[in-house]
């Protein structure tokens, strides 16, 4: 272990992830688990969708694109966001999936001493990420009902707050922010002037009626979207970042810094990309909000949950005897696969299940669990 340390950059200590590790240590050796713990959809990626992958690799897309993107796809990227949020000439970059730019994106802002609001729970790439660049995390508590905690948002703040992170639908609570927090939230960030980050990789997955980005109130939102979990491909590694003219730089920064790293986004599957964006998922959304329901129905009466509106996860309070990690290494032992909420936040409270899995092991899992309380 001694002679480890001396070879290990000193970044790596700051990265922590035994919470996860274990789950899936415990879980490898089982035959038949009810596997809650996956953050991907179970649907097999639409069949016109791989033919299209297919076909660019057949003819020969199997070079670098460009650095940015493949020209049709940025294109079309920069139309849609043109549509939506009004943004007369976006900038747009294609990224090797959602983590990709969120590397770009912390690479190109973050400044040693600099701090990052997050609400908390939160994905855990942010906090490690942000942590090994030398920034400061500013986790902002969103318990108990998981709504984007604007106040403590707007107290947070000072004069070296660089940016806020705003995950909608949130993994891990499955909130989906409303009209008015997000407005609000908007103008805090515009009277600070600071970036917001907005992660909206869960987009399409909302049950309970609109999405609203921060990107139609705020210019100065670098909007990262996915293309893995809407579509049933993260092994395809894509996604993008768009901003309106005014962070312009911001996402020049993010495609030299690129150029450097990924070099570019797969390019099949950038073209396989541009028909995925006219491609309806209503039917996968259809399926998820079902199995929302089956889930919420199952353990409400057992568990404190908020019901959650969107994304795949649900953040369940575990059983108040012990902490929450006791709980999930006993669901473990039943076989039961879900993830401790420590991994996700800074309290220990809560556990995250996700149920993209079968009807079938979402019955299971949920007799199982509710008979461990
Ligand atoms: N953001 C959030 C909130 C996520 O949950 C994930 C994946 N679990 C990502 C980003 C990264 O997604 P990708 O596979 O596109 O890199």
């Not at 990224?95 to 001493?113: D, E, K, Q, R």
């Not at 660049?133 to 984007?148: K, T």
């Not at 407005?183 to 917001?196: G, P, Q, T």
Request: proline letters at 4%; charged letters at 25%; aromatic letters at 10%.
């Amino acid at each position: 272990m001694a002679a480890m340390k001396k070879i290990l950059a000193d970044r790596t200590s700051t990265i922590d992830a035994s919470g996860i590790r274990r789950v899936f240590a415990l879980g490898a050796a089982m035959k038949d688990p009810v596997d809650f713990s996956i953050g991907q959809p179970d649907f097999e990626t639409p069949q016109a969708l791989k033919e299209e992958a297919i076909k660019a690799i057949k003819a020969g897309q199997n070079k670098y694109s460009q650095t940015a993107g493949d020209g049709v796809l940025r294109e079309k990227i920069g139309e849609q966001v043109r549509k939506e949020f009004g943004w007369a000439k976006p900038a747009v970059l294609v990224t090797s999936g959602v983590s990709g730019g969120l590397l770009l994106a912390f690479l190109s802002l973050i400044n040693p001493g600099d701090e990052v609001i997050i609400p908390d729970p939160y994905f855990v790439i942010y906090k490690h990420v942000v942590n090994m660049l030398g920034g400061r995390c500013i986790f902002v508590d969103s318990y108990p009902e998981f709504r984007l905690p604007v106040e403590k948002i707007a107290e947070a703040i000072t004069a070296k707050t660089k940016m806020i992170i705003v995950n909608s639908p949130c993994n891990p609570s499955g909130a989906v922010y409303l009209q008015r927090e997000i407005k609000a939230l908007a103008e805090i960030a515009a009277e600070k002037d600071i970036v917001v980050i907005s992660d909206q990789i869960y987009e399409k997955f909302c049950y309970d009626g609109g999405y609203t980005s921060i990107g139609s109130y705020y210019k100065k939102t670098l909007l990262l979207r996915g293309f893995g979990k809407s579509y049933a491909m993260t092994g395809w590694r894509l996604g993008y970042a768009a901003a309106d003219e005014c962070l312009a730089s911001v996402i020049e920064e993010m495609t030299k810094i690129q150029q450097y790293t990924f070099v570019c986004a797969p390019t099949p599957f950038q073209k396989a990309a541009i028909a995925a964006m006219d491609y309806d998922t209503s039917e996968f959304v259809a399926a998820y909000r079902k199995k929302r329901d089956l889930l919420y129905a199952g353990l409400k009466d057992k568990f404190e949950l908020v019901k959650p509106s969107g994304a795949f996860y649900a953040f369940v309070k575990a059983p108040s005897q012990g902490n929450a990690t006791e709980f999930v290494e006993k669901a473990i032992k039943n076989e039961v696969l879900i993830i401790p909420g420590s991994v996700f936040s800074e309290k220990d409270t809560h556990f995250r299940i996700s149920y993209a899995t079968s009807d079938e092991k979402i019955r299971r899992g949920v007799e199982i669990l509710c008979k461990l309380v």
